[in-house]
């Protein structure tokens, strides 16, 4: 699983109207983008539950709802600093969620970024619920990638695939563009193609993408392969620079299965 790096065009507040803006909400339930409005910070941490945008306690999260949530389960949020990127300050919400009763609980299941767009103001652009895994999320964090500061959030989704919940943010006066690979992608389309392979299957973001290094290598695999395990023809080296939020090859490289 990995988040939807769709665009969808959002009305800010206190900055150009053609800002573009979207939020991704990933949960057990499904993704989605949207463009909800601004709010002060003590929206996003004075009363959580309101905020189970992946409908895991509620579905409409009534007063009804929620009190009954909290009567079984309990939430505390905790506020981390990011950094700034294009004027715009960062802040990322932990959210520690665990049933009454189960005082040992510390992970945290949920996340929210949020971006400070005037003073006490913010907008909300990544929200994630992953309450039913093993897994406790961490902070986002600003990498650095060749020319480029790039806002990032990546956490491993706890299974033996490789999925992941990650975003990727590119910043500038009018706020935060998510990442486009689609350049790379089609790149190593274009490599894969003259090996007769276009329809193999291969991953450029989760572990596979190292921003710091400006790299990504992923595995290939047959298109239909018979297992997961199964039917894998090589591997591919690609070597990366960002164009802004675009993400461009700059070298790929095929190395078969079991050439030395």
Partial sequence: ??????????VAVGFPLSAQWQRSVISGKGEFVDFPGAHPLSYFTADPFLRDDGNEFCTLCTPADKAESARTYAIR??????GILGGFRIVGVLYYVHARGDAGASAARWKS??????????????????????????????????????????DTDGGNGGGCWEGYWWFDDNGPHPLDFSPLEAAIRERLSKLHEENATFQVLCSNLDLSSQQVKAGIQKAHA???????????????????ALVKPVAIEFQPTGAN
């Fill in 77 to 82: 949020s905790v506020v981390k600093p990011v």
């Fill in 113 to 154: 970024i949020l971006v400070r767009v005037a003073p006490d103001t913010y907008r909300e652009i990544f929200h994630l619920q992953a309450f039913y895994t093993t897994v406790s999320l961490g902070a986002a964090r600003i990498v650095q990638s060749g020319a480029e500061r790039v806002l990032a959030t990546m």
């Fill in 1 to 10: 699983m990995r988040t939807a790096l769709l665009v969808v065009m959002g």
């Fill in 226 to 244: 018979q297992c997961h395990a199964c039917d894998w023809i090589g591997e591919v080296t690609a070597r990366i620079r960002l164009d802004g």
